[in-house]
């Protein structure tokens, strides 16, 4: 089974969360880095073994 996880394109951390609960269903998802304060529509998804190429 392959399992992603949602990383920063800034800074590569994966504390990155949706910015508003609309986000999806009225807005585009819109996502904030709670460790470099990235704000954009972008975000990098990575399969869970290649986490540690990735850390931030």
């Known amino acids: 089974?392959?399992?992603k996880?949602?990383?920063c394109?800034?800074?590569k951390s994966p504390d990155i969360r949706l910015?508003?609960?609309a986000a999806g269903m009225f807005?585009?998802?819109q996502w904030v880095c709670d460790k470099c304060g990235y704000e954009g529509y972008m975000i990098l998804e990575i399969?869970?073994?290649d986490?540690?190429?990735f850390k931030a």
Request: proline fraction near 10%; aromatic fraction near 0%.
């Open 19 to 21: 910015s508003n609960s």
């Open 5 to 7: 996880i949602s990383i």
């Open 1 to 3: 089974m392959l399992v």
């Open 9 to 11: 394109p800034k800074c």
């Open 27 to 29: 807005l585009p998802e």
């Open 51 to 53: 986490k540690e190429k």
């Open 47 to 49: 399969d869970v073994k």
